[in-house]
């Protein structure tokens, strides 16, 4: 089932005035003023001068007139508010990524947090909202937090419920919502006072009136209200996400379905982004490239780059192989209007005066961009072998995801790749292209030599006669972690073509007849 957190913040502004110091606690009613109809009104005030009366919509005017002990007035600031709110709503994603800031509906200030399949990060819903509760508390936030299992249930019980913090198990979403005034199904103003006059004062009274004639008479915005505030009807939430700082878009007056002209939009997009990431400093790591189709549909391929770049020509190359493994898949439909290209992830990528640098290209550069493409044209992530401290074949090196290492502390810098490949000059033999886990055991092997290599063995069911062999290259255990015997590896090949990495498990003795093994194979 969902759950929803539904966050009603109390007087926003002039949290956000205490919060900022720009006024002094002191105790003494704060108003925060706008200009209205007949002069300046109340649009915000503190607990303070809410227990002297005061009210949301009263000319500022009549509250002078009227109050004898000092009150301190602002203006109000609707941009340092909304800033304010979208800062704290980056900040309600630490709890899920669905933050959902209320809407015109709500009439007032807040957000919902979708924590359906997060809540038992924090222990279930009931320590999330206390946890929540407690941080907004020391943040100096006032506000009253319910959960439920829809958005409507939620903000009813959070707004107009007698708890500033309350969870509804999931079997008793109506029975919760029933005594709660009509107010709370976020009616229009005028539905609720009709309602009143007709009797209809709680929600449950609602519930419990035939349907037909509510319709009739009130529409059906206010059927929709109540059963999505029940749960009978689905209220989809369209969750925030980080500002988008490198974007451009492009228009069509006449749809596009064409792949090419997709391709060689985004290189134009991209060559208008280069510019404002080259003065920050900055490449690309991933983009997304959002195609807008007329019926409001949006196609969203994700690309992501081994390493910064701001060069429009390998990412329309990388958008190329992906439009061409997506085939038909892209579903074009009667064309894309809008396309547009984001970067999602940017990475410090120093400028570089390519006019005097007649250097060699850094090999991680080639390597990147074949990485690339072929991510792209296979649809899979790129491995490779990643060299790890040791001289035993299977603890040698380690699957990891393709990308570059340098000496800085920065990944993303290209001063070397680290290829596994043994060094020639180190004594090191070669290496299989296929290693296995662990040695499979070679059966009835025949040597000429107790210590030479083997003529015959049978390994998988299949019997081998080696037509050359090489070797052999002993490689002893690492002291430091066992004691063990040493190997001698041999590169043979059989007579049938293939060619195998095989070892001798210790020297061939009377008392221990050597155990042979299988551990790689050469291409």
């Given at each position: 089932?969902?759950?929803?957190?539904?966050?009603?913040?109390?007087?926003?502004?002039?949290?956000?005035?205490?919060?900022?110091?720009?006024?002094?606690?002191?105790?003494?009613?704060?108003?925060?003023?706008?200009?209205?109809?007949?002069?300046?009104?109340?649009?915000?005030?503190?607990?303070?001068?809410?227990?002297?009366?005061?009210?949301?919509?009263?000319?500022?005017?009549?509250?002078?007139?009227?109050?004898?002990?000092?009150?301190?007035?602002?203006?109000?600031?609707?941009?340092?508010?909304?800033?304010?709110?979208?800062?704290?709503?980056?900040?309600?994603?630490?709890?899920?990524?669905?933050?959902?800031?209320?809407?015109?509906?709500?009439?007032?200030?807040?957000?919902?947090?979708?924590?359906?399949?997060?809540?038992?990060?924090?222990?279930?819903?009931?320590?999330?909202?206390?946890?929540?509760?407690?941080?907004?508390?020391?943040?100096?936030?006032?506000?009253?937090?319910?959960?439920?299992?829809?958005?409507?249930?939620?903000?009813?019980?959070?707004?107009?419920?007698?708890?500033?913090?309350?969870?509804?198990?999931?079997?008793?979403t109506e029975q919760i919502l029933r005594p709660l005034p009509v107010e709370a199904l976020r009616c229009e103003p005028a539905v609720a006072v009709a309602l009143k006059r007709l009797g209809?004062?709680?929600?449950?009274?609602?519930?419990?009136?035939?349907?037909?004639?509510?319709?009739?008479?009130?529409?059906?915005?206010?059927?929709?209200?109540?059963?999505?505030?029940?749960?009978?009807?689905?209220?989809?939430?369209?969750?925030?996400?980080?500002?988008?700082?490198?974007?451009?878009?492009?228009?069509?007056?006449?749809?596009?379905?064409?792949?090419?002209?997709?391709?060689?939009?985004?290189?134009?997009?991209?060559?208008?982004?280069?510019?404002?990431?080259?003065?920050?400093?900055?490449?690309?790591?991933?983009?997304?490239?959002?195609?807008?189709?007329?019926?409001?549909?949006?196609?969203?391929?994700?690309?992501?780059?081994?390493?910064?770049?701001?060069?429009?020509?390998?990412?329309?190359?990388?958008?190329?192989?992906?439009?061409?493994?997506?085939?038909?898949?892209?579903?074009?439909?009667?064309?894309?209007?809008?396309?547009?290209?984001?970067?999602?992830?940017?990475?410090?990528?120093?400028?570089?005066?390519?006019?005097?640098?007649?250097?060699?290209?850094?090999?991680?550069?080639?390597?990147?961009?074949?990485?690339?493409?072929?991510?792209?044209?296979?649809?899979?992530?790129?491995?490779?072998?990643?060299?790890?401290?040791?001289?035993?074949?299977?603890?040698?090196?380690?699957?990891?995801?393709?990308?570059?290492?340098?000496?800085?502390?920065?990944?993303?810098?290209?001063?070397?790749?680290?290829?596994?490949?043994?060094?020639?000059?180190?004594?090191?033999?070669?290496?299989?292209?296929?290693?296995?886990?662990?040695?499979?055991?070679?059966?009835?092997?025949?040597?000429?030599?107790?210590?030479?290599?083997?003529?015959?063995?049978?390994?998988?069911?299949?019997?081998?006669?080696?037509?050359?062999?090489?070797?052999?290259?002993?490689?002893?255990?690492?002291?430091?972690?066992?004691?063990?015997?040493?190997?001698?590896?041999?590169?043979?090949?059989?007579?049938?073509?293939?060619?195998?990495?095989?070892?001798?498990?210790?020297?061939?003795?009377?008392?221990?007849?050597?155990?042979?093994?299988?551990?790689?194979?050469?291409?």
């Amino acid at each position: 089932m969902p759950r929803i957190v539904s966050i009603c913040l109390t007087d926003w502004p002039v949290a956000r005035l205490m919060r900022a110091g720009a006024t002094p606690d002191d105790g003494l009613p704060l108003v925060i003023a706008a200009a209205g109809a007949g002069g300046l009104r109340l649009t915000a005030v503190n607990p303070a001068a809410a227990a002297l009366g005061l009210r949301r919509g009263e000319p500022l005017g009549r509250v002078r007139a009227r109050l004898s002990t000092p009150l301190h007035v602002h203006p109000a600031d609707p941009a340092a508010d909304a800033a304010a709110f979208a800062r704290l709503c980056l900040w309600a994603q630490r709890y899920t990524p669905s933050v959902v800031p209320f809407g015109p509906a709500e009439a007032c200030d807040g957000l919902y947090l979708d924590v359906t399949g997060a809540d038992h990060l924090m222990g279930g819903a009931d320590k999330l909202v206390a946890n929540l509760a407690a941080r907004l508390a020391r943040a100096g936030i006032p506000a009253r937090i319910a959960v439920a299992d829809t958005p409507g249930a939620a903000f009813a019980l959070a707004r107009h419920g007698r708890e500033e913090m309350a969870c509804v198990p999931s079997d008793e979403t109506e029975q919760i919502l029933r005594p709660l005034p009509v107010e709370a199904l976020r009616c229009e103003p005028a539905v609720a006072v009709a309602l009143k006059r007709l009797g209809l004062r709680r929600v449950g009274a609602l519930l419990d009136a035939p349907r037909p004639p509510l319709a009739r008479r009130f529409g059906e915005a206010l059927l929709l209200r109540l059963d999505q505030a029940t749960g009978r009807r689905p209220e989809p939430l369209s969750p925030i996400s980080e500002p988008v700082r490198y974007g451009a878009a492009r228009g069509f007056l006449d749809p596009v379905g064409s792949q090419e002209i997709v391709v060689a939009t985004a290189r134009r997009l991209m060559a208008e982004i280069a510019p404002r990431l080259e003065a920050d400093g900055l490449g690309a790591r991933g983009v997304r490239l959002s195609l807008h189709r007329v019926d409001d549909v949006v196609r969203a391929l994700d690309l992501g780059l081994s390493e910064p770049s701001r060069c429009p020509d390998h990412v329309a190359r990388l958008l190329q192989l992906r439009l061409e493994r997506l085939g038909s898949g892209l579903d074009a439909g009667f064309g894309f209007e809008t396309v547009r290209l984001d970067v999602a992830a940017t990475g410090p990528m120093p400028g570089r005066q390519a006019a005097l640098d007649t250097g060699p290209v850094p090999p991680g550069a080639r390597i990147a961009g074949l990485a690339d493409a072929l991510r792209q044209r296979f649809g899979r992530p790129v491995i490779r072998l990643s060299p790890r401290a040791s001289h035993v074949p299977e603890r040698a090196d380690r699957i990891a995801p393709w990308r570059t290492e340098s000496r800085h502390t920065e990944p993303w810098r290209v001063e070397r790749v680290v290829l596994h490949w043994p060094d020639p000059d180190a004594g090191i033999g070669p290496r299989p292209l296929v290693l296995f886990d662990r040695g499979e055991a070679a059966e009835d092997v025949i040597a000429l030599v107790a210590e030479g290599p083997p003529r015959r063995f049978r390994w998988r069911s299949r019997l081998h006669r080696i037509a050359h062999a090489e070797g052999p290259e002993r490689i002893a255990p690492e002291w430091w972690r066992e004691t063990g015997i040493p190997r001698d590896y041999y590169v043979v090949e059989c007579e049938s073509g293939h060619r195998l990495w095989l070892y001798r498990d210790g020297p061939n003795l009377p008392e221990r007849p050597a155990a042979w093994f299988v551990h790689g194979l050469f291409a």
